[in-house]
């Protein structure tokens, strides 16, 4: 099936890099006109939007802490005087401050559960409030509305270090499933994905040099994911393509949460 997204709306949080820059790039290739969110990176921002509308698509960029209501009403209605509408969420920020637990600040716990749990879910109710006052139009799609949460393997490996991180991330897969069982009868899908190690600047330690070889011992695969394979996935949650796939959680992961420690008899 070819993925068509002509005529459609998305807005990408966190979108001036990462799985967020590699979502905005693959949705725009598709089509759907694209609002490349960041919040402290207007240049790389800037630069995707220049990209993207020199092959022919349409983009804007805009500055927005998600963690912030005000500034999730002002994203919402800087989109909606753009390009009219809306009809896909990634809700895509996130952010880590690793810590063992006993040196965990309270202030690095907010911070991450601020962006990447109540930045999800305040960008989600923008975008619901917002299908609401919209019509499906089944020229362009047979729902009314797509929402994608970028959540992680981490919202079921526990991850030592990372207690926020992870605790942020399982808390987005009941956020995301609890909204998906309240909105569905509206023709609203909402869906994960949930990447392992991937590529990107967040994990440029991770996956380099000898650390590579250790994280490659996770991935039952046997190679580190790109923003690409992640962007691919984005693509078919947001099309007709997956119509039939609702409160999913698709693992982006090369096998990370099959518990590959166990392949050799545990
Ligand atoms: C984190 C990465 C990590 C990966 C696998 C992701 O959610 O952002 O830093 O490498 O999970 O552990």
């Given amino acids: 099936m070819l993925i068509s997204l002509k005529g459609q709306v998305a807005l990408v949080t966190g979108a001036s890099s990462g799985l967020g820059a590699g979502a905005a790039r693959g949705l725009a290739a598709c089509g759907a006109a694209v609002v490349v969110n960041y919040h402290s990176q207007p240049e790389p921002a800037q630069n995707l939007v220049d990209e993207i509308r020199a092959a022919g698509g349409q983009a804007i960029a805009v500055g927005a802490d998600v963690s912030k209501?005000?500034?999730?009403?002002?994203?919402?209605?800087?989109?909606?005087?753009?390009?009219?509408?809306?009809?896909?969420?990634?809700?895509n920020s996130g952010l880590q401050k690793d810590a063992p637990i006993t040196e965990l600040s309270l202030e690095d716990w907010n911070t991450v559960i601020n962006v990447n749990l109540t930045g999800q879910f305040l960008c989600a109710r923008a975008a619901l409030r917002q299908f609401a006052k919209q019509e499906i139009r089944p020229d362009i799609s047979r729902a009314l509305g797509k929402i994608i949460h970028m959540s992680s393997v981490h919202q079921v490996i526990p991850w030592a270090g990372h207690v926020n991180y992870a605790a942020s991330k399982g808390g987005v897969d009941l956020l995301m499933r609890s909204i998906a069982q309240e909105v569905g009868e509206q023709r609203i899908r909402v869906n994960s994905i949930a990447p392992g190690?991937?590529?990107?600047?967040?994990?440029?330690?991770?996956?380099?040099?000898?650390?590579?070889?250790?994280?490659?011992?996770?991935?039952?695969?046997?190679?580190?994911?790109?923003?690409?394979?992640?962007?691919?996935?984005?693509?078919?949650?947001?099309?007709?393509?997956?119509?039939?796939?609702?409160?999913?959680?698709?693992?982006?992961?090369g096998g990370m949460s099959l518990y590959p420690e166990f392949r050799n008899n545990g």
């Fill in 69 to 91: 209501e005000d500034e999730v009403d002002k994203l919402l209605a800087a989109t909606l005087k753009a390009f009219g509408r809306l009809d896909i969420l990634i809700a």
């Fill in 197 to 253: 190690a991937i590529r990107t600047a967040i994990n440029t330690k991770a996956t380099s040099g000898d650390a590579e070889k250790d994280l490659l011992k996770l991935i039952p695969y046997g190679r580190v994911g790109e923003a690409q394979d992640v962007a691919n996935a984005v693509v078919w949650l947001a099309s007709d393509a997956s119509d039939y796939v609702h409160g999913a959680t698709l693992f982006i992961d």
